[in-house]
């Protein structure tokens, strides 16, 4: 089976409770310390079996799938980040569509280009998944949005009057929410966007 691994959580010492997404499945599996055992490090890909005992289920046979970008800190931070946010979303869900193992596997592949740029792309597409992309709308107000658009966590949009914020040309919003594409966006723009996904998916 394979799976990224989600969280991990320290219990008894040096036991752990491993939370893993799979194709259609996030599994919650235990693994006993042992000396010879891997590290198993957030945002890893891997390759796994379980073992189904009486009271939990057990993780064996870890073995890590390299992916690119590995050996860059900078950008395997931007990763993790991601992950942490993504867990929070998916905390309580156990049976899952497949469309967010197939998306962390576009973003791998894709991580090199521009890891920002590949996060907020990618989290449209997740948006768009979930039926929960904003209309050009004020959400407090319910009045169409022209000109310039305010963005707030979930990149909800807000009119000027309702939210103040920097904001952005609602040209370059229309292409990303409707091309998923960033390439509108300049790099200040692009930083303040992932500002605003940190807050939460
Ligand atoms: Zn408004």
Redesign the pocket.
Known sequence: MRGFVLHTQLVKDEDLVVTILTKNKIERLYRFYGARHSTINLGFLIDFEIEHNAHFKRLRHVMQIGFGFLGDIEKMLIWQDFIRILYKHLFDVEEIDEFYFMLLMDIIANFHRDPKRVLIESYVKLLKFEGRLSEFE??????K?QNHVNLVRGFLC??????QTQGFDICKIQTLFAQEKTILLDNAEIDRLYKILMLGI
């Not at 004020?138 to 009045?143: Q, T």
């Not at 807000?158 to 939210?163: R, S, V």
Request: net charge neutral.
């Open positions: 004020c959400f407090v107000c319910e009045k949005i807000a009119c000027d009057k309702c939210i």
